[in-house]
């Protein structure tokens, strides 16, 4: 019995390498002298150490004195300047010309979105609404934290009191 198996498993593995070392190749692999062949990749510098883990800290120093300073001498940011000629042109297109220069969403009062209005001037959103106001005798407001712009009414004599 022990012969027997010996002279199967002879057989197959016999079979095994006659059958994969055969000289006849598959017409898919007759081309693959040809077959183009890309190397392995690797890197041609080690990894960059990591340094700096932990922020820098700065010694402690004495903090500066505070210097009171007048609101008129805080100079205001820097804001774009823009030119704006509107002729005959409702308030509600005024506003949204307005709102359009600095992106920002707008809103006009049915009450006076009709109204026709020429208005030029030169200057940024703030300076163009507070001209667009003085010139049609109305409330502008720009909110920059809402990024809207309001045309929200006529102004009356008791609303100029409050200011």
Same mark, same amino acid.
């Given at each position: 019995?022990?012969?027997?198996?010996?002279?199967?498993?002879?057989?197959?593995?016999?079979?095994?390498?006659?059958?994969?070392?055969?000289?006849?190749?598959? @017409?898919?692999?007759?081309? +693959?002298?040809?077959?183009?062949?890309?190397?392995?990749?690797?890197?041609?510098?080690?990894?960059?150490?990591?340094? @700096?883990?932990?922020?820098?800290?700065?010694?402690?120093?004495?903090?500066?004195?505070?210097?009171?300073? +007048?609101?008129?001498?805080?100079?205001?940011?820097?804001?774009?300047?823009?030119d704006? @000629?509107?002729?005959?042109?409702?308030?509600?297109?005024?506003?949204?010309?307005?709102?359009?220069?600095g992106?920002?969403?707008?809103?006009?009062?049915?009450?006076?979105?009709?109204?026709?209005?020429?208005?030029?001037? =030169?200057?940024?959103? +703030?300076?163009?609404? =507070?001209?667009?106001?003085?010139?049609?005798?109305?409330?502008?407001?720009? +909110?920059?934290?809402?990024?809207?712009?309001?045309?929200?009414?006529?102004?009356?004599?008791?609303?100029?009191?409050?200011?």
């Amino acid at each position: 019995m022990k012969t027997l198996l010996k002279k199967v498993l002879f057989s197959n593995a016999l079979l095994v390498v006659i059958a994969g070392c055969s000289s006849v190749m598959p @017409n898919e692999r007759a081309n +693959d002298n040809n077959a183009l062949v890309h190397r392995v990749a690797f890197s041609q510098l080690p990894l960059e150490p990591v340094y @700096n883990r932990i922020k820098k800290v700065y010694l402690p120093a004495v903090m500066p004195s505070q210097i009171p300073v +007048d609101q008129k001498q805080v100079s205001a940011p820097l804001q774009q300047i823009y030119d704006l @000629n509107l002729k005959n042109v409702s308030m509600e297109k005024a506003a949204a010309a307005i709102a359009a220069v600095g992106g920002y969403d707008h809103y006009t009062a049915s009450s006076i979105a009709e109204q026709m209005v020429t208005f030029k001037a =030169l200057g940024s959103i +703030d300076e163009l609404a =507070l001209g667009l106001g003085q010139a049609t005798n109305t409330h502008v407001v720009v +909110d920059h934290t809402h990024r809207q712009v309001r045309i929200v009414g006529k102004i009356t004599e008791s609303s100029q009191v409050q200011h």
